[in-house]
Nanobody
Framework: QVQLVESGGGLVQPGGSLRLSCAAS????????MGWYRQVPGKQRELVAE???????NYADSVKGRFTISRDNAKNTVYLQMNSLKPEDTAVYYC?????????WGRGTQVTVSS
């Protein structure tokens, strides 16, 4: 069992930056991939970015060049640096971990981009 706790969300103006953190309850070194998803009311949860244990990354087209995912295995933490934020980035952001056939979700952190 893996527990994931997100932090770092909040209210930011358009063009601003936020860094989300996801702390895992156990070592993430052997976990195949960790990622960030987001969801707005009435829409499906969508992939934002993911990072494999070998540090290969994958991004949604809508965030390429603005968001950066990284991991610190020593701290069991995954980060999402979000720059040049837009109102359409407003959503609840969820941390996700995958290992073999199992996966886990955090409870989410709200990001609101508004002037």
């Amino acid at each position: 069992q893996v527990q994931l706790v997100e932090s770092g969300g909040g209210l930011v103006q358009p063009g601003g930056s936020l860094r989300l953190s996801c702390a895992a309850s156990r070592s993430i070194f052997s976990i195949y991939a960790m990622g960030w998803y987001r969801q707005v009311p009435g829409k499906q949860r969508e992939l934002v970015a993911e990072i494999a244990s070998g540090s290969n990354t994958n991004y949604a087209d809508s965030v390429k060049g603005r968001f950066t995912i990284s991991r610190d295995n020593a701290k069991n933490t995954v980060y999402l640096q979000m720059n040049s934020l837009k109102p359409e980035d407003t959503a609840v952001y969820y941390c996700h971990a995958v290992y073999s056939s199992a996966s886990w979700w955090g409870r989410g952190t709200q990001v609101t981009v508004s002037s």
